[in-house]
């Protein structure tokens, strides 16, 4: 499996950034997909999934800001994310694990999103 990322950048607090995420390879119809953050000096942490049946979930300082969407057809994930702040800042991971068959977690290569002004 491999997964493919992109959309990170410089953006001014308040501003919006939207993360893509396209995966490949021998993908399980029946699986979990999302982002997680990386700050420096901080552990990864999960900031949103969806489940290929459509279950999602958010990070408590994420939720009303950013959306998870996902197309299983063309396998991939996305992250819009409003209303950024400083404390956005981080390397972004893409994120898939089947839940039958192979369950490992296969990582994107991370993108980075800065929030300053």
């Known amino acids: 499996v491999q997964l493919q990322a992109s959309g990170g950048g410089l953006v001014q607090p308040g501003g919006s950034l939207r993360l893509s995420c396209v995966a490949s390879g021998n993908i399980f119809s029946i699986n979990v997909m999302g982002w997680y953050r990386q700050a420096p000096g901080k552990q990864r942490e999960s900031v949103a999934t969806?489940?290929?049946?459509?279950?999602?979930t958010y990070a408590s300082s994420v939720k009303g800001r950013f959306t998870i969407s996902r197309d299983n057809a063309k396998k991939t994930v996305a992250l819009q994310m409003n209303g950024l702040k400083p404390e956005d800042t981080a390397v972004y991971y893409c994120?898939?694990?089947?839940?039958?068959?192979?369950?490992?977690?296969?990582w994107g290569q991370g993108t980075l999103v800065t929030v300053s002004s």
């Open positions: 994120n898939y694990r089947a839940f039958v068959g192979d369950r490992r977690d296969y």
């Open positions: 969806a489940t290929s049946g459509g279950t999602t």
